[in-house]
């Protein structure tokens, strides 16, 4: 079994309280509109990291991401990406059991086609009255269980 922990949308915030829900994390899966290399710095100090690019991010340390990701998690196939939208129809390959993407700052977990698709929702700042979250996700063979984590809201300064 791999634990993954699932970010997106941090625009350039760390909150404590989203590292506290990826502690226990084997590897941290970050879907875009990072902010800051800073962001990936801290993630790093709880788990190996890998991003994508988002439309927000900007300058050379984001230049150094890809806008897409397809990355082996133990025997599954994994598409990580910002946008679902650049996705297409669906998952171009038939071996994807997990997509993960950012973008609209909605939490999602949903399964479509034997494929689990999470939006891990914004840990970023708050945007109208969505929710700040995370996401945690099991994988074991080619079997995927992902489940959302709600960040408690507090004003916080940046």
């Known amino acids: 079994m791999v634990k993954l922990g699932l970010i997106s949308d941090t625009h350039g915030l ?23 290399a800073d962001v990936l710095e801290a993630l790093r100090k709880v788990a190996p990291v890998r991003a994508v690019r988002g439309n927000n991010d900007r300058g050379a340390w984001a230049r150094k991401l890809p806008q897409r990701r397809m990355l082996r998690v133990g025997s ?25 993407s950012g973008h609209s700052h909605r ?18 700042p708050r945007r109208f009255s969505l929710p700040i979250s995370v996401a945690r996700c099991e994988v074991v063979g080619k079997r995927v269980r ?7 809201s507090r004003r916080i300064s940046r």
């Open 14 to 36: 760390v909150r404590p309280e989203a590292l506290e829900a990826l502690r226990g994390s084997e590897l941290i899966l970050h879907a875009g509109d990072v902010g800051s």
């Open 76 to 100: 599954a196939l994994v598409c990580l990406l910002h946008d679902l939208k650049d996705l297409g129809s669906g998952p171009r390959r038939p071996d994807i059991v997990l997509v993960v």
């Open 107 to 124: 939490p999602v977990v949903r399964e479509e086609g034997g494929v689990v698709f999470v939006n891990p929702g914004s840990a970023g």
């Open 146 to 152: 992902a489940r959302l984590v709600q960040i408690p």
